[in-house]
């Protein structure tokens, strides 16, 4: 009877799982969709409880079960809340690393039973999860370190070489263990951690800032595979299902990534695009002169123009700035504009992060344009705001065949009558090269803080 009840809670998780996750994949529905998924996990966690006899046998430790999830609890709850929008990567870099830690774990404790159950199947499960978890666990940590700027790129002559030496020394031992005999080397099976750990670290090192976005997903599809052979090896259903949605859904996500960018995932792990940094003085002086523009000027172009797309990036995520930029918006529109947003797939850093800053200020789903659409509406547009976005609005990668970005889908902001940009300073963007945007014609600079600069652009029309 407890079997068929935990049966049912898992396949309710297994469903929640699935609904949850195609609610995520509209803003109007994103929120209730990760309650339900919430609610499908917590399910399957209370009926493992109470519900599950391995062996015919009760559990006994439910202190330390209960305790680990009040200190997981509360230290997810208060880092959720407390986490700055411009931090948001960097939290999803640690949450997804500890779920890489927490499939490698499960793989270490149960290479304590090879030897009660050695069939090739179940050892190959429990070498690739604790490969995987580990790459992911690692991997994720040096994201984190880079996101958050305490880690530089690190690269030496020979890298990708050594990368790929160290990961076939890693599966060749995988495959000895596999198919040997029961009698496995511990020191083996450790050795494979500790290669595998190390190669986490060499293959995200050398990845340029620009390419992080694309990292990221991969390193979550990485953690949802190894979530799935978790689930595999204890045939566990809800563990099975988000595992495969995790990883099916961050490797479609990763492969979208890298067509906004117009690279091959090949060249994501090796170019290192993005890894160094081109001076802007330099770059300004063989682009020429640009033009600055008052926030009183900027501001009657604006509330007296017929449509406005207004283009974020990260610079409005450091301001924290979302919410005067909606207020923004909304003035226009009392005033007759025609207000959008146009988002680049891989603005900020890390996949649909403009998507969320604007949503979290409750602009409305319909106000966003796609890449494709927003390219189709900037001929008739008379403003473009760009908001600290960089790279994804420079033209080089349409007009310049030796930049690094060339070939990568752009927002084609030059198309406007007037582009109005938003920076701190001339400084590159995240890829660490000029934007030619700032010295054209029709583009005018507007320096200073986002929010601040917002603020001084609401008022100004106000009094208009």
Not at 221 to 247: D, K, P, R, W
Not at 334 to 353: C, L
């Amino acid at each position: 009877m407890q079997t068929s009840i935990l049966s049912i809670c898992y396949l309710i998780g297994s469903i929640s799982f699935i609904i949850g996750l195609k609610m995520l994949s509209n803003p109007a529905t994103a929120r209730k969709g990760n309650l339900v998924s919430a609610a499908g996990m917590g399910i399957a966690i209370l009926g493992t409880l109470f519900l599950y006899q391995p062996d015919g046998k009760t559990f006994h430790n439910y202190g330390w079960i209960a305790g680990a999830l009040v200190i997981g609890a509360v230290i997810g709850s208060v880092a959720a809340r407390k986490v700055k929008m411009t931090a948001m990567p960097e939290m999803v870099s640690i949450f997804n690393g500890m779920g890489g830690l927490c499939a490698a774990l499960i793989s270490i404790v149960e290479f304590g039973r090879i030897a009660e159950d050695h069939t090739d199947l179940h050892v190959l499960t429990i070498i690739a999860g604790m490969i995987i978890g580990s790459v992911s666990f690692a991997g994720s940590m040096v994201a984190y370190g880079k996101l958050s700027g305490k880690v530089k790129d690190h690269t030496f002559p020979g890298q990708h070489i050594f990368n790929l030496v160290v990961l076939f020394v890693i599966v060749v031992m995988g495959a000895f263990i596999v198919i040997g005999d029961s009698s496995v080397p511990v020191f083996m099976f450790y050795g494979i951690l500790f290669l595998s750990v190390c190669y986490g670290v060499l293959f995200v090192a050398p990845i340029g800032g620009a390419d992080m976005p694309v990292v990221i997903s991969l390193l979550n599809s990485f953690t949802g595979i190894a979530t799935a052979c978790a689930g595999f090896l204890y045939n566990n259903q809800v563990m099975l299902t988000g595992g495969i949605l995790v990883g099916s859904a961050g490797a479609i996500l990763t492969i979208l990534m890298c067509k906004a960018m117009n690279r091959s995932l090949k060249n994501v792990l090796i170019g290192s695009f993005g890894g160094t940094t081109v001076s802007a003085e330099h770059a300004t002086g063989e682009q020429g002169s640009y033009k600055e523009i008052s926030v009183t000027d900027a501001a009657m172009v604006m509330n007296y123009a017929h449509k406005v797309i207004i283009v974020p990036g990260y610079g409005l995520a450091v301001a924290q700035a979302q919410h005067t930029c909606h207020e923004l918006e909304k003035l226009l529109r009392d005033n007759g504009v025609d207000v959008k947003y146009a988002i680049h797939p891989v603005a900020g850093r890390m996949p649909g992060h403009m998507n969320v800053l604007l949503a979290e200020a409750d602009v409305s789903y319909d106000d966003l344009l796609e890449l494709e659409p927003a390219n189709e509406q900037f001929s008739s547009t008379d403003v473009v705001l760009i908001l600290g976005a960089n790279d994804v609005v420079n033209p080089a990668a349409e007009n310049d065949p030796s930049s690094p970005i060339y070939g990568m889908p752009i927002l084609q902001v030059t198309k406007a009558k007037t582009v109005i940009v938003n920076k701190r300073s001339m400084r590159p963007g995240y890829a660490g090269i000029e934007n030619e945007l700032f010295f054209m014609p029709n583009t005018s600079m507007l320096f200073g803080d986002a929010k601040g600069v917002l603020q001084q652009l609401i008022n100004e029309i106000k009094s208009l």
